[in-house]
C-alpha cells in the first residue's frame, strides 16, 4: 500500500495536528516529506525489541511474518526463527536495552563505552517542558534513560536512547523513513532532511498494533549525517506497557519532539558511545536468500488469473502483494528461506503435517488473524524440502492484518497456497 494512501479525519485536532506539523517541515528546511497530509490521524507503531542481527520484523503469521517495508522503505520482516514462530519487533526500533536502567544492550550493538545516565536524563530535562520526573537508576551507565514525566495532567513514560547505527553509507536509514500502511496500522509519519545533513523521523501512534489497548506511543528518530540515532519515545501511561492510561495524549508536541532529539547536547554523549564493537567471528550470519525483485517477480508469476495487484512491498527472501479479484481486497505473503536449519524440523511433525513422495514436508494451517482485524481470515502452507529449502506463504481475507475483513475468505484457496509454496521457482532463484 502506498505510504500516502489512508483515510481523512476531519476535527479540530487533526487541523491542529496539520498545522503544527506544516510548521515543522518548514523549520527543518527542504527534503522533509509528510506522510499522508489529510489522511495523517492519531495513530501508532508498535515499539518491540531487535531480533536476529537486526531484521526488522512487523507483521506476525505463526509460522510466517509477512514482510516489513517499514521505516526504511524496504526492512528485512519476514525471518523465520528457529522454531518457525515468526519474531515480531517494532518495526523501527532500534536496539534496545534490555534492563530498566539502560544497561545490557543486545550483544550485536553492545558499545565499547558507556553514558552515565545522569547525563542524559539531564539533558532531557533541559530540553523539554518543565515537570516533575522520576528517573531510573541515575548511578547507573547505559546507552538509555527511561523516566516517568509529570505536567499536571497525568503521568506519562518518557525514554531516550542513543545508539550507532552501524556501518556503510545507508546504516540507520531504515529508521527514520516512514512504514508501509499495509503491515503497520499507523496514521501520522513525517520524515525527511534537515538542513544539518541529519534525517528526521516523527510518527505518532500506538504502543500495541491491534488496537486492544490504546497506549499511545509518540516517537521521534534522529540519524546523525556521522552515523548516530536519537531516539526519543513518550506515552500517555507511566510505561510504555502494563501501566494504566493516564491522560489522553502523551505531552510533547511534535515541534518539542523534534527538538529534543536535534539538541546538539546529545552530541557529546554521543561520542562517549565509542567505536563499533568488531564482528564476533563466532558470531552467526544471515543465510543468502533471493533478492527483493526476485521474489516479488516470482509472487507475481504464481497468482492465479483475475487476481489484480493493487500494492505490493517486501525484502530481500520475502515479499507482499494485496490483490483483489472483484471481492474485496485479499493480502498474500511468501518467504523464502534457502538455508532454513535443522531447529525447524520440529514444527513439521505432528497432526496436519503431510511428507510429499520427494520427502518434502507440508504443514497448512486455518485460523483467525492474529493482529486484531475484525472477522480476519488467515491461511498459510510452510513447506520445507529434504535439503532444507523452506518455502511459506500467507493470504488473509483483508488488506492487511489489522484491518477488517473485506471479504468472507482470502483469495487464495489452501490448494492454490500449497501450489504457491511448492513451485520449483523458488530454488531457481538466485540468492545474495
Known amino acids: 500500500m502506498p505510504q500516502n494512501e489512508g ?29 499522508g497530509r489529510r489522511e495523517l490521524v492519531e495513530g501508532g507503531l508498535q515499539r518491540g525489541r531487535r531480533r536476529l542481527l537486526r531484521r526488522r520484523l512487523a507483521v506476525t503469521g505463526g509460522v510466517l511474518a509477512l514482510a516489513a517495508v517499514g521505516i526504511g522503505g524496504a526492512y528485512g520482516g519476514s525471518l523465520l526463527g528457529p522454531t518457525g514462530d ?24 553492545r558499545p565499547e563505552g558507556g553514558v552515565p545516565v545522569k547525563d542524559l536524563a539531564a539533558v532531557l ?15 547507573g551507565e547505559g546507552q538509555s534513560v527511561t523516566g516517568v514525566y509529570d505536567d499536571g495532567k497525568g503521568k506519562a513514560g518518557v525514554s531516550v536512547g542513543l545508539y550507532r547505527a552501524g556501518t556503510g553509507g545507508e546504516a540507520g536509514k531504515d529508521q527514520v523513513t516512514c512504514p508501509d500502511k499495509a503491515l503497520v496500522r499507523y496514521d501520522r509519519c513525517a520524515g525527511g532532511r534537515l ?17 486492544r489497548e490504546e497506549t499511545k506511543n509518540w516517537r521521534a528518530v534522529l540519524l546523525t549525517k556521522d552515523g548516530f540515532l536519537v531516539d526519543a519515545n513518550e506515552y500517555n501511561a507511566a510505561a510504555e506497557k502494563g501501566a494504566a492510561i493516564t491522560r489522553e495524549n502523551p505531552p510533547f508536541s511534535l515541534s518539542q519532539l523534534k527538538a529534543l532529539v536535534a539538541a546538539e547536547a546529545w552530541r557529546p554523549l554521543l561520542k562517549k558511545l565509542g567505536a563499533p564493537p568488531k564482528p564476533d567471528p563466532g558470531t552467526p ?6 533478492s527483493a525483485a526476485a521474489v516479488q517477480a516470482t509472487l507475481r508469476s504464481l497468482l492465479p488469473k483475475g487476481a489484480t495487484v493493487v500494492s505490493h512491498g ?5 515479499g507482499y502483494v494485496v490483490v483483489d479479484d472483484g471481492r474485496g481486497r ?14 525447524v524440523a520440529e514444527i513439521f511433525t505432528g497432526d496436519g503435517v503431510v511428507t ?45 492484518q489489522y484491518e477488517a475483513a473485506t471479504r468472507d475468505e482470502p483469495a487464495l484457496t489452501m490448494e492454490q497456497l500449497k501450489a504457491l509454496a511448492l513451485s520449483p521457482k523458488w530454488q531457481k532463484l538466485p540468492l545474495k
Not at 285 to 290: A, E, G, N, T, Y
Not at 330 to 343: E, I, K, L, R, Y
Request: hydrophobic content about 30%.
Open 195 to 211: 538542513p544539518s545533513g541529519d534525517r528526521i523521523m516523527i510518527l505518532q501512534g500506538y504502543v500495541y498494533p491491534d488496537g
Open 285 to 290: 550470519q544471515l543465510p543468502p536468500v533471493p
Open 330 to 343: 485479499s493480502m498474500v505473503g511468501v518467504d523464502v528461506q534457502p538455508t532454513a536449519g535443522t531447529s
Open 314 to 318: 517486501g525484502g530481500d527472501g520475502h
Open 356 to 400: 510429499l513422495p520427494d520427502g518434502t514436508k507440508v504443514r497448512s494451517t486455518q485460523q483467525p488473524g492474529e493482529m486484531g482485524g475484525e472477522g480476519v481470515v488467515w491461511g498459510s502452507v510452510d513447506t520445507l524440502t529434504p535439503q532444507g529449502f523452506r518455502v511459506g506463504v500467507s493470504a488473509f481475507n483483508a488488506g492487511a
Open 125 to 139: 530535562k533541559a530540553h523539554t517542558p518543565a515537570g516533575q520526573w522520576q528517573f531510573d537508576d541515575l548511578d
Open 86 to 109: 515468526a519474531t515480531s519487533t517494532s518495526v523501527a526500533a532500534p536496539p534496545r536495552p534490555t534492563h530498566a536502567n539502560g544497561t545490557g544492550s543486545p550483544k550485536d550493538q
Open 7 to 35: 483515510h481523512p479525519h476531519d476535527g479540530a485536532p487533526h487541523a491542529r495536528f496539520e498545522e503544527e506539523l506544516g510548521s515543522i517541515l518548514r523549520a527543518t528546511g527542504d527534503g522533509f516529506s509528510a506522510d
